[in-house]
């Protein structure tokens, strides 16, 4: 009966721990969704770490776009980075491994350059203690000419002081201009609130100018007044002269003066009026008009006094208004100058940090120089006149000496035991240059003490290389170690890898790494040593086929139970000719998996290698088994583009 989903369907509850959710949408990052990693892939692993694997060694991850490879890659790296993590002092693995992950296109347009650039890097993200920093320190000065890097250093430490300077020149006019603020902000050309206040105050402050004797320019004067009590500690002494300072205030307090005097004056008369009424009997009628007018010298006295008292009001108003306008100005200017000020400490504080570093800067500089001179001399480099120029493509170490130099620092004892280069991203670039950077690489990398790992695809470097017999060639001197990434192999895979996408596989647990044993420390049976001799002139009859035989042997042997299986087939696709690779395609007929496998006759190599095999064990092999040996061999064969 077959069930229906309708897409109002909800998923049914399910017991267990909750899952991460699949992604929604599946990407081809390094970390995406992929199968589960070979257990090949971690004999490679084991075989890069291993301490008595012979080193330079190339290992190469054959396959298609999108196969697997960055992913494999990924996961070839972690899985060097624990061993080498776990492994102690007995264990088979080394511990001191330099890990160096390289894009194809940073080796463009110059592959040491890059390479130079990327060990460089990885050396130093070791830590400024560590042997690999010690060992990048001692290639730099290997690789370095003394001449051009005391060129190179005096040339710093000259434009180093002149920045000094040009920040010491700015040092010094920051504390000009805040030790001048209040008159900047008076008389500079920058707006200020100051500004908007005596525009909007104009009339006003016009009128209390004038009437303090001020002529002109109002706002200038009223600035300048501003200057002048800013400068004063006592500040409330404005409002004191501002009755008696200025000739117009000056000039109300003495007609005040006068017009006081004359009321004293008057009332003193009224109070002797009958002394000078006596003198003035002589005259009768004088006398009498002013006997008459007696009250008027009252109303006179008082006058005056009204009078005196209205300019002293009018000096205390006019001193009043005039002080209001200068303790507005002055808080104005104060809260200008108190932004500006706490501005222009920042920038000297600033500034003088700065400073600061840069002097410390010159000094190590100024070390670093006299040290690359002194090192100049000791090597016999010293010359009466100053370092000449360096030429253009002297600037630095030179990428190829640099390399040479950590090639031959390995073989130190203070020194990273191993460093191992993984080379992807060869899809990205033209056929042409991925090829060139292939060869680059294996050229660069070929000393002792460097692992080249590469995920390449051959149909991609057969075209660069101009055909499919160049390729081959190349790669069979070139890789030592291949694999061929073939991630689904069958419907089952298939099925599985579409789950896994869907999130509806379980999670598969990471198996712990055990750096204590290595599956190729497992001695080798007489059996199989004899087997592998009788069958290396199948493999191939140049020393390097057969030892390309034997080591693909001894990395297959750990995924299979049958190691003689593995021996013939792995020699026959090694150096099988077409025909005994048709006569053994013929012979493993999965029909009878179980029936004991035959060549036919015409291909005697292949018959005898058969006959040798069976010979050695305890029953004939058969077809099933073949088959099994067979596509464990295919991965290790180096791909015919």
Sequence with gaps: ??????????????????????????????????????????????????????????????????????????????????????????????????????????????????????????????????????????????????????????????????????????????????????????????????????????????????????????????????????????????????????????????????????????????????????????????????????????????????????????????????????????????????????ELDRFIAQRSGLISKLNDEALKLAGHLEAIEARARQRGDARDKPFAPPMPNQQGPDAKAYLCAIAAGLATDDAPQRIIVMLDGLEALPAQQAAAVVEGAHHLLNHPGFVLALAADAEQLATGWGGAGEATQRLERYVQAPFNIRMIRSQQASIAYAHQLLGAAPTVEERPLDATTCAFDLPLKPIETHLLGKLASLAGETPRAVKRYLNCWRIARPLTNDSSALALMLALDHGGTSGELAAMGAAMDLEEPGKPLQIHPGEPRLSAALATLNSLRQAPLTIGQAHTAWTVARDYSIPSP
Excluded at 90 to 97: G, S, V
Excluded at 108 to 137: C, M, V, W, Y
Excluded at 283 to 310: D, K, Q, V
């Design 1 to 342: 009966m077959t069930e229906l989903i309708s897409g109002t369907d909800k998923p049914a509850a399910t017991g267990g721990a909750a899952q991460a959710p699949a992604p929604l949408f599946l990407t081809d990052a390094p970390r995406a969704p992929s199968l589960a990693t070979y257990p090949a892939l971690d004999l490679l692993a084991d075989l890069a770490v291993h301490k008595h694997t012979q080193t330079p060694l190339t290992i190469a991850l054959f396959g298609g776009p999108g196969a697997g490879k960055t992913h494999a890659l990924s996961a070839f790296r972690d899985r060097i980075r624990g061993l080498a993590a776990e492994a102690e002092a007995d264990d088979p693995f080394l511990d001191e491994i330099i890990t160096v992950a390289v894009e194809a296109r940073d080796l463009q347009p110059d592959a040491a350059t890059g390479l130079a650039k990327a060990l460089n890097e990885a050396f130093q993200g070791e830590g400024l203690q560590s042997a690999a920093a010690r060992l990048d320190a001692i290639a730099i000065e290997a690789a370095t000419d003394h001449h051009a890097a005391a060129h190179e250093a005096s040339a710093k430490l000259r434009a180093l002081r002149e920045r000094i300077g040009a920040e010491q020149q700015h040092l010094e006019e920051a504390k000009t201009q805040r030790a001048g603020l209040n008159e900047d902000l008076l008389f500079g050309a920058a707006a200020t609130r100051l500004d908007d206040y005596s525009k909007r105050n104009r009339k006003q402050l016009e009128a209390s100018l004038k009437g303090f004797g001020f002529i002109g320019d109002v706002t200038a004067a009223y600035k300048a007044l501003l200057r002048d009590f800013s400068a004063r500690a006592a500040r409330p002494s404005a409002f004191a002269d501002s009755i008696w300072a200025y000739p117009g205030q000056v000039k109300l307090l003495v007609t005040a003066l006068v017009f006081f005097l004359l009321a004293w004056g008057i009332g003193l008369a009224e109070q002797t009026r009958s002394d000078w009424l006596t003198l003035a009997e002589s005259s009768a009628a004088l006398a009498n008009w002013i006997e008459a007018h007696a009250h008027w010298f009252t109303y006179l006295r008082r006058t005056a006094i009204a009078i005196g008292i209205l300019c002293i009001t009018r000096n205390i108003w006019r001193a009043i208004r005039f002080a209001s306008f200068m303790a507005q100005g002055l808080r104005l200017l104060d809260e200008d100058a108190s932004a500006s000020r706490a």
